[in-house]
């Protein structure tokens, strides 16, 4: 059983950035790929990023790249989501999702634990 807890979110103008973090219990998170999701008003959740559960591999939606970077810290059992020249289209709750398989997905269907959603509001 993984418990994820996602904080950082709030108000920030287009242009600015903000640093999502999930923090999880359990002593197998290291296994665990890991995965960011946004769902805004009115839409179905999206995709953001995902990493595997050694760092080796990271995924990103085209609308974010180069842009966002997930990133996770094994020791404090914490992912985080870097997002930098936000839009205001980037306004929407973000979740974290566990993959016990390890490897990270870009589809929602492939995580079995998720958090409550932080979440982020970009004003224009």
């Known amino acids: 059983q993984v418990q994820l807890v996602e904080s950082g979110g709030g108000l920030v103008q287009a242009g600015g950035s903000l640093r999502l973090s999930c923090a999880a219990s359990?002593?197998?998170?290291?296994?665990?790929?890991m995965g960011w999701f946004r769902q805004a008003p009115g839409k179905e959740r999206e995709f953001v990023a995902a990493i595997s559960w050694s760092a080796g591999r990271t995924y990103y939606a085209d609308s974010v790249k180069g842009r966002f970077t997930i990133s996770r810290d094994n020791a404090k059992n914490t992912v985080y989501l870097q997002m930098n020249s936000l839009k205001p289209e980037d306004t929407a709750v973000y979740y974290c999702?566990?993959?016990?398989?390890?490897?990270?997905?870009?589809?929602?269907?492939?995580?079995?634990?998720w958090g409550q959603g932080t979440q982020v509001t970009v004003s224009s």
């Open positions: 999702a566990a993959d016990y398989r390890g490897a990270g997905s870009k589809l929602s269907i492939s995580y079995e634990y």
């Open positions: 359990g002593r197998t998170f290291s296994s665990y790929g």
